[in-house]
């Protein structure tokens, strides 16, 4: 029997990849290209398009090739993306105006705060789920608006456009014949109403963004465009387009109202799937939409942690401790504790629920003894303690959690999971496909594809690889959260003392 073959282009924040699925979903291929991180000024975080572009067209070619030579073509593309970057480009010439301006970036921190002092934040949210943070994309392009000669005028004009990636890539693959965009990344800018699940003339007056630059907005499953047989050796319908962490959440087969799932990449993102009810946080979660399928839109309550992955990719880029992701859990075994040692991830701000994006990082507890084995435990715990603090939101916010399915490249790493076990006090289960975001667009082009019918069908398929039971004694898991919240407060009023000399 002749297999159907979906490429899930994954465009992230450190690599683009593109695997090809069967219809069981199935890995059979993967390419991978890493691309460069650009650090202009503290708390900037940028990536050159071209690149991100030039990598996610070679892995998406190198993947269809390898279909091509089994003398079989590629049925749709899925594509999933990292959320709230920002691109701005030349309608005419396809010209990147400047940099993306990735998610992580805090430069529009100042503006956030000045606009709480004049537009209700609480409106905000009641219109888009989110908050007044620079981790969004309106204020993103005000910036490069108001920062780039030339920018606003040609804005005005109708010459320029805006994407996220996912938009962005789109646009190039269909040679500029398709511009739109998913609900799910619209909804993560600031600027899409998810109760009316339309662009909201009021905010787009607020952030100064002119309507002609915005894409159309389209359910996960539609027919996005076709990718041009030029640039892919076949032309390809894409059928399904989800951010990354929605799409994990299809990926993890999250479709009952009160499933849960965490995934641990460069940040770390817990989605709590609400129904087709919106549930507003009294804890500075944020509402937005996990999906939209066949016309039927799911909600869900979402915690947001900056720093995952991203400090052990600290740990080996900026401070060679390490080698590899790898040794981390190695070095995390070779002691049996922490020996007081906390780092607080701050290296872009704080997310969830603190939502303070001047915080700076910090290590705590540091002694003779300390090395290499505290210093990378420290960085995986600090994962698990920031993963607390969001349930903890969530548990206030009046959700029950039963257990946490978990993915991304981090959860191989069997440490980190017994360690989620035992601070959060609960089931931890990680699948069988790791990939659950890139699993995740080729369920969605599957099913505008035809090839499932539904998401039940897709939640017959989930497959648990391995869970994870609590076994810490209580006194011990309090003492550590305990050091937990201390260093957290000291960053925090580090923060305010900073403030304070300026």
Avoid at 410 to 431: G, Y
Wanted: charged share 20%.
């Amino acid at each position: 029997m002749t297999s159907t073959y979906i490429v899930a282009l994954d465009q992230g924040t450190t690599s683009s990849r593109a695997i090809v699925f069967d219809e069981h979903g199935a890995i059979l291929f993967t390419a991978q290209q890493e691309f460069a991180q650009i650090y202009p000024a503290d708390g900037w975080v940028e990536h050159n398009p071209e690149e991100i572009w030039q990598t996610a067209l070679a892995v998406t070619k190198e993947a269809c090739d390898w279909v091509k030579e089994r003398g079989s073509t590629v049925a749709a593309i899925g594509i999933t993306n990292q959320r709230e970057t920002t691109l701005v480009w030349d309608k005419n010439t396809g010209e990147p105006m400047y940099n993306a301006i990735v998610w992580q970036d805090r430069r529009t921190a100042k503006f956030c705060r000045d606009l709480k002092q004049e537009y209700s934040e609480q409106d905000l949210q009641a219109r888009t789920g989110l908050l007044l943070d620079p981790y969004f994309s309106a204020t993103k392009i005000t910036w490069i608006l108001d920062n780039v000669a030339g920018a606003r005028e040609k804005a005005e004009q109708g010459e320029l456009l805006f994407g996220t990636v996912d938009s962005f890539l789109i646009w190039r693959l269909t040679e500029g014949k398709s511009f739109v965009t998913d609900i799910t990344n619209a909804s993560r800018t600031n600027l899409f109403n998810i109760v009316k699940k339309q662009w909201d003339d009021d905010l787009l007056a607020l952030f100064k963004v002119p309507a002609s630059m915005l894409p159309k907005v389209l359910d996960c499953t539609a027919d996005f465009g076709t990718a041009s047989e030029t640039l892919l050796g076949q032309a390809v319908p894409i059928l399904g387009v989800a951010g990354d962490q929605q799409a994990a959440t299809v990926g993890q087969c999250c479709f009952e109202p009160g499933s849960i799932k965490s995934t641990y990449g460069t940040g770390c993102f817990v989605v709590v799937n609400t129904g087709e009810t919106m549930v507003t946080s009294n804890n500075r979660l944020l509402t937005t939409v996990a999906y939209s399928i066949k016309g039927t839109t799911h909600y869900a309550v979402e915690g947001s942690i900056f720093v995952a992955g991203a400090a052990v990719q600290w740990m080996r880029d900026n401070l060679s401790i390490i080698d590899n992701a790898s040794e981390t859990q190695r070095l995390a075994q070779s002691i049996n504790s922490n020996q007081g040692v906390y780092f607080v991830p701050a290296l872009t701000g704080l997310g969830a629920p603190h939502w303070n994006p001047d915080a700076r990082g910090a290590i705590f507890g540091l002694t003779r003894a300390t090395g290499p084995a505290q210093l990378a435990r420290a960085a995986l715990e600090s994962v698990v303690y920031q993963t607390y603090d969001l349930l903890q939101a969530v548990r206030e916010d009046g959700i029950a959690i039963n257990n946490l399915r978990v993915d991304g490249g981090m959860v191989a790493n069997d440490w980190l999971n017994q360690c989620l076990a035992n601070i959060l006090n609960l089931e931890v289960d990680r699948p069988k496909v790791l990939e659950t975001t890139a699993l995740g667009a080729a369920y969605l082009a599957g099913l505008q594809l035809g090839l499932y019918q539904s998401t039940s069908e897709l939640a017959e398929r989930w497959q648990k690889d391995s869970e994870f039971l609590p076994a810490m004694e209580e006194t011990t898991r309090e003492q550590n959260l305990q050091g937990w919240r201390k260093a957290v407060d000291a960053v925090l009023g580090m923060h305010q003392a900073s403030n304070g000399l300026h």
